[in-house]
């Protein structure tokens, strides 16, 4: 069964600091996607990133970084220089197969940006 | 802009009662979500629709009903409300052939007393 996990409840840095969210996910198929996602405090989760199993390639946007590493099923999000717009809810998630229909959360990571 | 709308952003509901939640999605997709979202559990898949009158349980479908009429519309049905299904519920879509993020809903946060 599909399982995601982030360790991390909440987070709390001052403005500029690095940080990095964790996740660790659990899944039988070789086939699956990892997502992350943010919600801010009106609540609509903003589609982040998307990662397919084939593809382990670090990528970049902006301040925003993710390491994926299928030897530790981790993918973890890393925000440069945060800000406090960065504050919001955080969300791994995971789909399985090509058809990807049922998307797994993990229980989120609250961030706080303090200025 | 393409978008989820969920009919209630708030609603409070009396044990027992018959509750109703709408989602309209304009973007065309086939497959919608009905998702609860509690503090330390995340986003826990109640029911999905792959097609119009086409439904699947997700992980948590106790006490929930859905459906799917039309298209572009997919309701979550609270049978007899109770009190452990105050929550935040959230409505997403996806186009099927895609495996692009989906686009979620901004909630409705239900109580029941």
């Known amino acids: 069964a599909q399982k995601v996990t982030q360790a991390q409840t909440e987070i709390s840095v001052v403005e500029k600091e690095d940080v990095t969210l964790d996740c660790v996910y659990e899944t039988r198929d070789t086939t699956y996607y990892l997502f992350w996602y943010k919600q801010p405090p009106s609540g609509e989760l903003v589609f982040l990133i998307r990662?397919?199993?084939?593809?382990?390639q670090n990528e970049i946007s902006g301040r925003y970084s993710w390491n994926f590493q299928k030897s530790t099923s981790s993918f973890n999000f890393t925000i440069t220089a945060s800000q406090v717009v960065d504050s919001a809810v955080y969300f791994c998630a995971l789909s399985e197969g090509w058809d990807g229909n049922k998307l797994v959360f993990g229980a989120g990571t609250i961030l706080r940006v303090k200025s | 802009d393409v978008k989820v709308t969920q009919s209630s952003r708030y609603l409070v509901k009396r044990t027992g009662e018959k509750v109703f939640l709408e989602c309209v999605q304009d973007?065309?997709?086939?497959?919608m979500f009905w998702y609860r979202q509690d503090p330390g559990l995340g986003l826990r898949l109640i029911y999905f629709s792959y097609d119009v009158k086409m439904k699947e349980k997700g992980d948590i479908p106790e006490g929930y009903s859905v459906s799917r009429e039309k298209k572009e519309r997919f309701s979550l049905i609270l049978e007899s409300a109770s009190t452990n299904q105050t929550s935040m519920y959230l409505c997403?879509?996806?186009?099927?052939?895609?495996?692009?993020?989906?686009?979620f809903g901004s909630g409705t946060r239900l109580t029941v007393v």
């Open positions: 990662r397919n199993s084939f593809d382990e």
């Open positions: 997403a879509s996806r186009d099927r052939d895609s495996h692009y993020g989906y686009t």
């Open positions: 973007m065309d997709h086939e497959n």
